[in-house]
Antibody, heavy 124, light 106 residues
Framework: QVQLQQSGPGLVKPSQTLSLTCAVS??????????WNWIRQSPSRGLEWLGR?????????DYAVSVKSRITINADTSKNQFSLQLNSVTPEDTAVYYC??????????????WGQGTLVTVSS | EIVLTQSPATLSLSPGERATLSCRAS??????LTWYQQKPGQAPRLLIY???NRATDIPARFSASGSGTDFTLTISSLEPEDIAVYYC?????????FGGGTKVEI
């Protein structure tokens, strides 16, 4: 059974960096048949896909245009986890953040496993 | 960006009734549509993939159909545990996008 366990602070100050980690069990972040995604949800923006990392002989990343200049997603194979960093946050980045597995191999498929979600509030 | 429009926003029904939820895409997405169920305080749960395929352990009362721009999720006989918000999501084009959701109340 695949499980994704999120961790990270729930409060971030404006202009600082939001950092979250998603620990994976039951699968490998280096799998050639999955990608590892971050998705957020807020009342104003709904569900919004932010980006992903995946391994296909080397590591690749894809990011949403809306956050591309501020986002980094990395995998740590030694800990079998992946992380989200979002720089220069504003109150508009306040949301519940989810990590999720996409079981697509060559193209995106569907998000079949999700983390529990982390409410991140951007406030001074 | 492909916009997904879900209707109605809220559906109020009684147990045992049939629920019909709609998702319309701003352009053709073939059958690259996924449905999720989200209960309060929980992450979304995969229900249906590729427009009509039930995910593992999803009860048979959930069915879905459609292709191109118009899609439907049907709950044949509503159970109290089906109270949730249902979202559609497309994977035809980048960026991956979600609909705004339909809340099902009993």
């Amino acid at each position: 059974q695949v499980q994704l366990q999120q961790s990270g602070p729930g409060l971030v100050k404006p202009s600082q960096t939001l950092s979250l980690t998603c620990a994976v069990s039951g699968d490998s972040v280096s799998s050639n048949s999955a990608s590892w995604n971050w998705i957020r949800q807020s009342p104003s923006r709904g569900l919004e896909w932010l980006g992903r990392t995946y391994y296909r002989s080397k590591w690749y990343n894809d990011y949403a245009v809306s956050v591309k200049s501020r986002i980094t997603i990395n995998a740590d194979t030694s800990k079998n986890q992946f992380s989200l960093q979002l720089n220069s946050v504003t109150p508009e980045d306040t949301a519940v953040y989810y990590c999720a597995r996409d079981r697509g191999v060559l193209v995106p498929a569907e998000f079949d496993y999700w983390g529990q979600g982390t409410l991140v509030t951007v406030s001074s | 960006e492909i916009v997904l429009t879900q209707s109605p926003a809220t559906l109020s029904l009684s147990p045992g009734e049939r629920a019909t939820l709609s998702c319309r895409a701003s352009q053709s997405i073939s059958s690259y549509l996924t449905w999720y169920q989200q209960k309060p305080g929980q992450a979304p749960r995969l229900l249906i993939y590729d427009a009509s395929n039930r995910a593992t352990d999803i009860p048979a009362r959930f069915s879905a159909s459609g292709s191109g721009t118009d899609f439907t999720l049907t709950i044949s006989s509503l159970e109290p545990e089906d109270i949730a918000v249902y979202y559609c999501q497309q994977r035809k084009n980048w960026p991956l996008t979600f609909g705004g959701g339909t809340k099902v109340e009993i």
